[in-house]
Every structure is written in structure tokens, then in C-alpha cells.
């Protein structure tokens, strides 16, 4: 199983990686970060499947994927 983790102090909150998991399991907090977004986080890890789709695509580099 895959671990992803997200810096959300980083997170801008793009979304880009929550349209581009495969399984739906990222999604925006509602809580605000220290500079005012929405961080993204995984609802279900168990249902990663660690295809780094979401790591790739983030233009802020704040996610990392250990398997």
C-alpha cells in the first residue's frame, strides 16, 4: 500500500490533483492552511493505489508518494 503526504502549508488548494485521482480519494479540507486555502488530503488511503498522478501534477510540489 502506498503513503501519500501532503505538505498542506504548501497546498494552494489548485485541485488539479483532486480531478486527476484515479480512485476519487482526494479532496479539499475545509479548514484553511496558514496562508488562507483549502489544503488537499485523502479521505481513504487504503485506497491508494500509488500511481503518483496527483504528486506529478502539482505545480507546488507538496505532495510526496512513499511505497
Known amino acids: 500500500m502506498a ?3 501532503f505538505n498542506e502549508d504548501l497546498c494552494k488548494g489548485c485541485s488539479l490533483c483532486v480531478e486527476v485521482c484515479p480512485v476519487g480519494i482526494i479532496e ?3 479548514e484553511i492552511n496558514k496562508s488562507g486555502f483549502h489544503p488537499a488530503t485523502i479521505t481513504d488511503m ?3 493505489t ?4 496527483c504528486a506529478l501534477i502539482c ?3 507538496c505532495i510526496e508518494i512513499w511505497k
Open 46 to 48: 487504503s485506497k491508494c
Open 50 to 53: 500509488g500511481c503518483t498522478s
Open 59 to 61: 505545480p507546488d510540489t
Open 3 to 5: 503513503k501519500v503526504v
Open 28 to 30: 479539499l479540507k475545509s
